[in-house]
C-alpha cells in the first residue's frame, strides 16, 4: 500500500506548530547548549540483570497460560530492517523487522515464522547469514536512530534456524549498523557498532571476533558520540574492509544529525587497524555536515567503490526574484512592516486564505493593528507556522553519490544536480545503497522512495509503484538474476522479477508498529490503531493469526481511516461511525466512516499568542461521561462540548515551557479523565509533570515534578475516586529503570510501587475496571500483571505473545477482554474474565474451576464435507486455577456417574487451560451407547454411536459432570451440551451465498437424507 498521507500532501495542511521528526538542520556547532540535570543510561549489568528477573517473574508468573490471539493488521505491516536470501534457492530468506523479531519463509514471503521471540531483546540492527553453515548472526538495536528505534543487548548467533540463541555479548552497543562475516572462516565477524542513541559511550566502533562471538576486539574507535553504521568487504580479499563512522547526538529535544568525524575508513589487514580514505583531498566531503555514510564494493571490481552521505551542509543561497505581486511564506519570514502595508488588499487576503487564517483576520485588520503597534509582522507569520517546513524548506544539500575507481583512495560525486526528494532533510533515518553484483553502472539508492541508476549514478529514475511503501531500508540482489530483489521499507517487503517494473508484496504476517489502541461497542467489537508511518486503520476483534501456516485465513479485513504515522485514535461509544484519529504533531480529525466526512480539529489562538507546541503522538481524549466532550492536549489544554467543531483553552502551560531544540519539547502526552466523577481530569508531559483538575479543566494543581522523565501513562481508578496510577519513562536518555507510582489522595502523596519490575522503560498502566487489585503495565519488552495493586508483578505475556515493545493497553468494559497494542507485531488479544476473578477466595483455594459454558451440540462434528481436506478439530477450552503444580486428572462423567472422557494435565501454578475435543474416549463406547439408550425419550429411535469421519465417537447433547483430581484435591463442575434446535425448514432454507459446508450443515439438520455422489 502507497503511504496514504504522503509528504508532500502533508506540504498542503496547515499544522499546528509543532516540529517534524524529519527535521531542520542543526549541527554541532550550531546546536545550542542546554543546562539539565542529567539522568544516568542504565548499564549493561543493569540491563542483562533485569532480563533474568524479567524470566524469574515468567516462572512465577500465575498467568504463563493466558491465551493471547493476534488479530492484525498485517497488510500495512511494519518497518523492515534487513532481508537477507539463500542464494541458491531465494524463495527462502530471512526478513528482520525494526521493532518485531526475525521471520523465516521457505515461500518466497507467502508465509513466515518467527524464530526471534523470546531473546532479551528482539529489535534489529543487522543480520548475517552464513549460508554455508547456515548461521544466523543478529545484531541487536535498530539502526536508523529515529524516535522508535529501541536499543539492543548485543549480538546473538543460531545454527538451528533460530530453535535457540548463543548470546555473543556487546552489551553497551545498543544500536548495531552492520555485521560482515568472513567468506571462508565462519569464527570470524566483524560487527559497526553504532553505539547508544541518546548519550554517549565509549563501546561504538568497529569490533572484530575470530572465535565466533565468544570474544570481541575493538579496533576502530574514534569518540564517545562517533559510531560505526556501515561495513562492507572486499569479496575477492577478505583482509580489505570498509567501515563508516557517523558522528551524532540525539536528545529528546534536538538531534545533531552530523559532524566533521563522519567519515570513511579502510582495513587491509582485516580489520586490525583501519584508515581515514575520505579526507581533505580525497574528494569526499568533509565538514560539519557528514551524516550517515552508506557503501556498496562492486564484487566483479572491487577497486570500484560507491558511498552515499547524508550531507546536512547548507546549499549555497541562490539569488531568486520574488513576485512581487505575490506574498508566500517564504516572503512573509523577511517582509518589512512598511513593505507588507504597500501589498495590496487581494495581494495578503490571498495568502490568508492559502494559509488558513479565520474568517476574522482580514487584509485591513492586520494593517490597521500594525499600524497601532498592536501586533507585529513576525505574529503574523508564526501564526500558521508549519513544523513541517522544516522538512522540506531547509535547503541542506541531502543525499550525495560518490564512486571511487582506485579501491577509496579518491572519489568522485556522480551527478552534477542535487538528489532533491531522497532524503529531505532526514537522511539518519536511510543511508544506504547497493550496487548490482553484475552491473557497475547500475546501483539503487533509497529514502522516501527508491530511485536506479542505470549509468554510475549519473541519473536517477523511481522504481517506486502504486503497492509499494515509502521509506526504505533494505534490499537483497539475486546473484543470478540481476532483475530479480527483494525491497524492505516502512510498509514491509515487496518483491519484483521483472527489475522493479511490477512489485508484489509479501505482507502476510502480523508486525504492525502501534502507538495507540482503542475499541468500540459493535457486536462482535472493533479495534483501531494508530501505526509508525501506516496511519490509522480498523478491524475485527475475531480475527485470528494462524502461526501454524503463517497468514490469517482470509486476509485480515482492516480498513483504511487516516494517513500519515497514525496516533491516537478515539471512537463514539454511541456511535461507532465517529471516529477522531490523526497524525503527528497534533494534526487530527472527527471522521465519519459512513459518509467519508472529515473534520479537522482545529484550536483557535489569539495572533501574538505563542504558537501551540504539540507532541509526536498528542494526547486526545473522550469524556464517556458526555461523548460531545473532546478533551485536546498541545502544551495547555483544550476542551470541545461539540465534537471538536470548536474548541476552547482553558489552561496556561502544562510544561515546564519550550527547550530549544529541532524536536519538539515541553508538550502535553497523555490526558486521562475518571471514568467515575466528570471534569476529574489529570494531564501528564514529557518533561516529567503531572496537573489535576477537579472542575473540567478551569483550574489546575500540579502534583508530581519529575525533571528528566517523560509522564508515559496515567490511569485513574474506577474504584476508588482519588486513586490514580502514573507510569514515567527515561529511555530518550538511555535509562531503562521503570518507574511507577500510586496516589490516593488526587495525586497530593504518591507511593513507588512495581519495585520488582525488571529495567525496562514503561510505556502504559492500566486499572482493571472490574477488579481493583489488578494493574497493567506494558513496557518496552512486554506485560506485567499485578493482583495486588501494584504491590507485586508477574509477567503477563502468557500464551503466544512475544517480547516485544507495548505501548497501549485497553479493557474492553463489555466483553472483558485485553487488548494489546504492541510496537512490533501488531494487536493481541486476551479473554481477562479467568484474571479477574482470580479473588482472595479463589487464590486461597488449591483448585478452581471456571464456569463452562454450554456446548451446542452439532451432528456434523467429525465430519469431512470434502474428502481431500481434514475435519475441522473440536476446541472446546476449560479453564482452573491451581495453587500448586502437578499431575491433574480430568474426568468427564454422565448423570449417572459413568465416566467417558479421562484427560491428563500437566498442571503449572496459576491459570490453566485443557483443550476438551469433545468426544469420548473409545473404549467407552458401548456403556456411553447404552447409558443414552437408557435415558432417551420413549418415542425416540434407538441410538447407535458410530465414528465420525475423524474416527471419533462425539458426546451426544445431556447434562454431565466435570471432575478434576489434583494432589488429593477434587473439584467438580456441571457440563452442559445443548441439542440443536429444531427450526421451520421453511426458514431454514439456506441463503444463496451459503458455503458448500454451511448448505451440508443445514441439510442434515433438517433431518434429510444424504444424497451421497
Not at 126 to 153: H, L, Q
Not at 897 to 926: H, P, R, S, Y
Request: proline fraction near 4%; charged fraction near 25%.
Amino acid at each position: 500500500m502507497k503511504k496514504q498521507l504522503t509528504l508532500i500532501t502533508l506540504l498542503s495542511i496547515t499544522c499546528f506548530a509543532g516540529f517534524s521528526q524529519k527535521k531542520k538542520k542543526v549541527t554541532a556547532e550550531t546546536a545550542p547548549v542546554i543546562a539539565v540535570d542529567a539522568i544516568s543510561p542504565t548499564s549493561a549489568t543493569e540491563r542483562m540483570a533485569g532480563y533474568e528477573q524479567r524470566k524469574k517473574l515468567q516462572e512465577a508468573s500465575l498467568v504463563k497460560n493466558l491465551k493471547f490471539r493476534n488479530v492484525g493488521p498485517t497488510i500495512m505491516s511494519g518497518r523492515i530492517v534487513d532481508i537477507d536470501a539463500n542464494p541458491e534457492n531465494p524463495t527462502e530468506f530471512y526478513a528482520a523487522y525494526a521493532s518485531g523479531g526475525l521471520w523465516h519463509t521457505v515461500n518466497n514471503g507467502q508465509s513466515f515464522s518467527p524464530i526471534f521471540d523470546n531473546e532479551a531483546a528482539m529489535t534489529i540492527g543487522d543480520i548475517a547469514v552464513d549460508w554455508k553453515t547456515r548461521t544466523i548472526w543478529i545484531g541487536t538495536g535498530e539502526n536508523n536512530s529515529s524516535r522508535s528505534s529501541y536499543s539492543g543487548v548485543g549480538m546473538y548467533k543460531s545454527t538451528n534456524n533460530g530453535k535457540t540463541w548463543e548470546y555473543l555479548g556487546l552489551p553497551e552497543s545498543h544500536h548495531v549498523g552492520r555485521i560482515a562475516l568472513h567468506p571462508t572462516d565462519p569464527n570470524i565477524a566483524w560487527v559497526a557498532v553504532l553505539g547508544h542513541l541518546y548519550s554517549p559511550n565509549k563501546e561504538r566502533g568497529m569490533y572484530k571476533t575470530t572465535d565466533g562471538g565468544k570474544t570481541w576486539k575493538q579496533t576502530l574507535y574514534i569518540n564517545e558520540n562517533t559510531g560505526a553504521i556501515d561495513v562492507r568487504i572486499d569479496p575477492n580479499n577478505a583482509n580489505t574492509l570498509y567501515a563508516t563512522m557517523w558522528y551524532k547526538e540525539r536528545t529528546a529535544w534536538n538531534f545533531v544529525e552530523g559532524g566533521k568525524e563522519s567519515g570513511i575508513y579502510k582495513s587491509t589487514d582485516a580489520g586490525e587497524t583501519w584508515k581515514l580514505i575520505s579526507g581533505e583531498g580525497s574528494g569526499f566531503p568533509t565538514g560539519a555536515g557528514n551524516g550517515r555514510i552508506g557503501l556498496a564494493v562492486y564484487p566483479k571490481n572491487p577497486n570500484i567503490v560507491y558511498a552515499i552521505i547524508d550531507n546536512q551542509a547548507n546549499r549555497p543561497k541562490k539569488e531568486e526574484k520574488e513576485d512581487a505581486s505575490r506574498l508566500t511564506t517564504k516572503r512573509m519570514k523577511t517582509i518589512t512592516k512598511d513593505e507588507f502595508l504597500a501589498l495590496s488588499d487581494a495581494t495578503i487576503n490571498e495568502y490568508l486564505d492559502g494559509q488558513g487564517f479565520p474568517e476574522k483576520f482580514t487584509a485591513k485588520v492586520f494593517k490597521e493593528d500594525l499600524k497601532a503597534d498592536k501586533i507585529k509582522i513576525q505574529d503574523i507569520y508564526e501564526y500558521t507556522y508549519n513544523g513541517n517546513n522544516d522538512l522540506f524548506d531547509t535547503q541542506v544539500t541531502g543525499a550525495e553519490v560518490y564512486r571511487s575507481e582506485d579501491a577509496g583512495a579518491t572519489w568522485k560525486r556522480t551527478h552534477a544536480d542535487y538528489l532533491d526528494n531522497i532524503y529531505f532533510t532526514y537522511g539518519y533515518y536511510f543511508g544506504q545503497i547497493w550496487v548490482d553484483p553484475t552491473d557497475d553502472k547500475k546501483i539503487v539508492i533509497v529514502g522516501v522512495p527508491i530511485v536506479r541508476s542505470e549509468d554510475g549514478g549519473k541519473s536517477f529514475k523511481s522504481i517506486e509503484r502504486e503497492n509499494v511503501h515509502s521509506d526504505h531500508h533494505a534490499l537483497w540482489f539475486d546473484p543470478k538474476n540481476p532483475k530479480h530483489y527483494i525491497n524492505g521499507n516502512d510498509g514491509g517487503i515487496n518483491i519484483t522479477y521483472d527489475d522493479g517494473k511490477t512489485w508484489f508484496k509479501a505482507n502476510s504476517i502480523p508486525v504492525g508498529q502501534l502507538y495507540h489502541v482503542s475499541v468500540d461497542m459493535a457486536k462482535p467489537y472493533n479495534v483501531y490503531g494508530g501505526l509508525q508511518d501506516n496511519g490509522v486503520w480498523f478491524g475485527s476483534s475475531t480475527n485470528s493469526f494462524d502461526y501454524n501456516y503463517g497468514i490469517f485465513d482470509n486476509g485480515d479485513g482492516y480498513k483504511f481511516l487516516l494517513g500519515g504515522d497514525g496516533m491516537q485514535v478515539q471512537v463514539d461509544w454511541r456511535d461507532n461511525n465517529i471516529v477522531y484519529a490523526g497524525f503527528q504533531f497534533g494534526n487530527y480529525f472527527r471522521i465519519n466512516k459512513a459518509t467519508g466526512e472529515r473534520k479537522r480539529l482545529e484550536v483557535p489562538r489569539e495572533l501574538g499568542e505563542a504558537p501551540f507546541r504539540f507532541n509526536w503522538e498528542s494526547p486526545l481524549t473522550i469524556s464517556r461521561h458526555n461523548q460531545d466532550i473532546i478533551y485536546f492536549g498541545s502544551n495547555k489544554f483544550h476542551r470541545s462540548f461539540d465534537k471538536g467543531d470548536n474548541f476552547k483553552t482553558l489552561s496556561g502551560d502544562l510544561t515546564r515551557g519550550r527547550k530549544e531544540g529541532d524536536v519538539p519539547f515541553g508538550t502535553l502526552t497523555t490526558i486521562e479523565e475518571s471514568p467515575s466523577r466528570f471534569g476529574l481530569i489529570y494531564t501528564g508531559s514529557d518533561d516529567g509533570l503531572i496537573y489535576v483538575t477537579k472542575d473540567g479543566g478551569y483550574t489546575f494543581t500540579k502534583i508530581m515534578d519529575k525533571p528528566n522523565l517523560w509522564i508515559s501513562g496515567i490511569a485513574v481508578s474506577a474504584h476508588a475516586e482519588g486513586t490514580v496510577y502514573a507510569s514515567l519513562n527515561a529511555y530518550r536518555g538511555d535509562h531503562f529503570k521503570p518507574y511507577l507510582f500510586v496516589s490516593t489522595d488526587y495525586g497530593q502523596n504518591w507511593q513507588v510501587i512495581g519495585t520488582d519490575l525488571p529495567a525496562e522503560p514503561i510505556n502504559v498502566v492500566k486499572e482493571d475496571p472490574k477488579n481493583a487489585n489488578i494493574i497493567y503495565v506494558g513496557t518496552d519488552n512486554g506485560l506485567y500483571i499485578s493482583m495486588d495493586k501494584g504491590k507485586t508483578f508477574m509477567r503477563g505475556n502468557g500464551d503466544g505473545m512475544p517480547c516485544v515493545s507495548i505501548h497501549d493497553l485497553v479493557i474492553h468494559p463489555r466483553e472483558n477482554e485485553l487488548v494489546v497494542g504492541t510496537h512490533g507485531r501488531s494487536i493481541y488479544i486476551a479473554d481477562v474474565k479467568p484474571l479477574q476473578a482470580l479473588s482472595s477466595e479463589v487464590l486461597a483455594k488449591n483448585i478452581h474451576v471456571y464456569d463452562l459454558p454450554v456446548i451446542n451440540y452439532n451432528a456434523s462434528w467429525g465430519r469431512m464435507f470434502d474428502k481431500y481436506a481434514e475435519p475441522e478439530e473440536r476446541k472446546y477450552n476449560i479453564t482452573y486455577y491451581a495453587k500448586t503444580a502437578g499431575k491433574a486428572t480430568i474426568k468427564i462423567q454422565t448423570d449417572k456417574g459413568l465416566v467417558v472422557k479421562n484427560i491428563m494435565d500437566e498442571t503449572e501454578v496459576g491459570i490453566n487451560n485443557v483443550n476438551f475435543d469433545q468426544a469420548i474416549d473409545v473404549a467407552t463406547k458401548g456403556e456411553y451407547e447404552k447409558y443414552l439408550n437408557d435415558v432417551k425419550k420413549k418415542d425416540d429411535k434407538e441410538i447407535k454411536l458410530e465414528p465420525a469421519d475423524d474416527k471419533k465417537i462425539y458426546f451426544r447433547p445431556g447434562k454431565y459432570k466435570l471432575i478434576i483430581e489434583l494432589n488429593g484435591d477434587k473439584v467438580e463442575k456441571d457440563l452442559e451440551i445443548k441439542a440443536s434446535e429444531r427450526r421451520s425448514r421453511r426458514a431454514m432454507s439456506p441463503k444463496p451465498t451459503a458455503s458448500p459446508e454451511e448448505f451440508e450443515e443445514w441439510y442434515e439438520e433438517m433431518g434429510f437424507e444424504e444424497t451421497k455422489k
